[in-house]
């Protein structure tokens, strides 16, 4: 029986006597769980698939005096889904969580596993099949010219970002189409700039690197480790960052003011991290400090559908789809809240007219 199809009136199930109804913990009126077998008036369970609907089951009984909430795993929860809980989380009973992020976002931002096709997790694979071989592939003429890049465009590094062109290209044209949206807001190659954009996917950087912009992404540090693409990381000038470690951001921020100064362009995604909803989340400053303080102008990026194709924290799902590119015309300001309000406010605004 699936969640949607269930009646939000308040249902009455019989006292538990075997394995086959268990209890489950309750919610408070806060949105978390409290893990033990505790009291509570209702349970609500939520399909978070599609936060456009409210569909809700209400359980209680009183046991013993004092009411408590059960849930048949055989009406409604999926049992792998239930066996994947109890092993991640070494739990004793099962849980039943509703997240903080219902009724938010894009209606299908968001999926559960029981959503996920097979032929999403089959493309999934191939994906990362064609990327490899692209990568195996080109990885060779990068080695090859790098020594020639630090001599003599030590800085932008234009022929190895064009090779990360081609990778990218190659492992993203099999599976979905890219759309393009005011390229004549490009700065020419050789123009420094800070580019900023939303943040949605895995795919959103294989996106961006078709646009042929020798700009330098910022990564976390353990992704150098990773063999071929790490290599590859190093050899385009991506910026390493420890999360969470002032110290490394700021040296980030300084490595950043200088490719700028010495004709090169970043790339910033100024909300931190990918948001798993489709909402956008609030802009850091460090991006727009640096242009401010470099003098360069600000060009932002509306990316759209690649959360579709590969949700935030799937990354093994490739969703059939198209991604849309839209670039803003550039920003020039010297003040950097200036420049983060309306950055955030032009991609804010593309998102919710064609989101």
Same mark, same amino acid.
Request: hydrophobic share 40%; with cysteine; charged share 20%.
């Given at each position: &029986? ?22 489950? *913990?309750? #919610? ?15 349970? $609500? ?5 599609? +936060? ?9 009984? %009183? !046991? ?18 239930? +066996? ?21 976002? @894009? ?6 596993? +029981? ?15 064609? $990327? ?8 060779? #003429? %990068?080695?090859?010219? !790098?020594?020639?890049? *630090?001599? #003599? ?7 190895? !970002? ?13 599976? =979905? ?24 996917? #895995?795919? /959103?950087i294989y996106t961006l690197l078709t646009l042929g912009r020798s700009y330098k992404f910022i990564s ?12 590859? @990381?190093? %050899? ?7 999360? @969470? ?12 003011? /200088? ?5 090169? +362009?970043?790339? =910033?995604?100024?909300?931190? $991290? ?5 909402? *956008? ?28 194709? &590969? ?10 789809g198209s991604v849309k590119v839209i670039i803003h015309k550039p920003i020039e300001e010297s003040d950097p809240e200036i420049l983060r309000q309306v950055a955030?406010? $032009?991609?804010?605004?593309?998102? %919710?007219?064609?989101?």
């Open positions: &029986m699936e969640l949607s199809s269930l009646s939000p009136l308040p249902l009455r199930y019989p006292k538990p006597s075997s394995s086959s109804m268990l209890p489950i *913990l309750p #919610f408070s009126d806060r949105k978390c769980a409290y893990f033990g077998y505790s009291a509570c008036k209702r349970a $609500t369970l939520r399909n978070s698939c599609n +936060s456009a609907q409210i569909n809700f089951l209400h359980i209680s009984r %009183m !046991h013993d005096g004092e009411p408590r909430c059960y849930f048949s795993p055989n009406e409604g929860l999926n049992r792998y889904s239930i +066996s994947r809980l109890y092993n991640l989380n070494k739990l004793s009973r099962y849980v039943v969580a509703k997240s903080e992020l219902a009724g938010t976002g @894009m209606p299908d931002a968001s999926y559960s596993l +029981s959503e996920v096709k097979l032929s999403s997790k089959v493309r999934g694979v191939c994906f990362y099949v064609v $990327t490899a071989i692209a990568a195996i592939s080109l990885i060779g #003429f %990068m080695i090859v010219a !790098h020594p020639f890049v *630090l001599l #003599f465009d030590r800085y932008r590094r234009k022929a190895q !970002h064009f090779i990360a062109k081609l990778w990218a290209s190659a492992t993203v044209a099999p599976f =979905f189409k890219i759309e393009y949206e005011g390229l004549e807001n490009l700065p020419s190659n050789d123009a420094p700039a800070v580019y900023v954009s939303n943040h949605q996917s #895995f795919l /959103d976390k540090t353990g992704v150098f480790l990773f063999p071929i693409i790490g290599w590859a @990381m190093s %050899m385009m000038g991506i910026i390493p960052l420890k999360r @969470m470690d002032s110290r490394s951001q700021l040296e980030c921020l300084k490595r950043c003011m /200088d490719l700028v100064r010495n004709g090169a +362009s970043v790339f =910033f995604f100024p909300e931190g $991290t990918r948001g798993k909803d489709g909402s *956008l989340g609030d802009f850091k400053k460090g991006a727009f400090s640096v242009a401010a303080k470099t003098g360069v102008p600000v060009i932002p990026i509306t990316l759209i559908g690649t959360g579709r194709i &590969m949700p935030a924290g799937m990354e093994g799902v490739v969703n059939s955030k406010n $032009t991609i804010l605004d593309t998102l %919710m007219r064609r989101g």
